[in-house]
């Protein structure tokens, strides 16, 4: 994982491989938008990441239609489909504080 990235993801609690694939990810953004998203109000940035809690959701709704999920991979889904709603619930929440501490 990139160095500049593990303090911030370590204080938020990423660790092990979902750090090491959000250190690539963002290393592989800075590259390709040359580090615009540093620049980005706080609240440019929530939008972003409600409508990746979605995504979550939605590719596991397209994956469980294309390939219906049974027993034990069902309930992991479904598990997975609970974070995101969890993720949504607390980055709109967080959205909110934010505007209205920039108010």
Known sequence: MG????????????????ARHAAAR????EATYRNR???RP????LAEALE???DLAGW???LDRTHPLEGGALTLARKAARHAQ??????????QRLKEREQ
Do not use: D, P
């Open 37 to 39: 998203n540093l620049q």
């Open 86 to 95: 969890h993720a949504h619930t607390a980055l709109t929440t967080l959205k």
């Open 60 to 62: 596991l709704a397209l």
């Open 3 to 18: 160095l500049r990235w593990r303090r911030h993801l370590g204080r938020l609690g990423a660790r092990g491989e979902l």
């Open 42 to 45: 706080a609240t440019a940035l």
């Open 52 to 54: 990746e809690a979605a």
């Open 26 to 29: 963002l290393n592989a953004g």
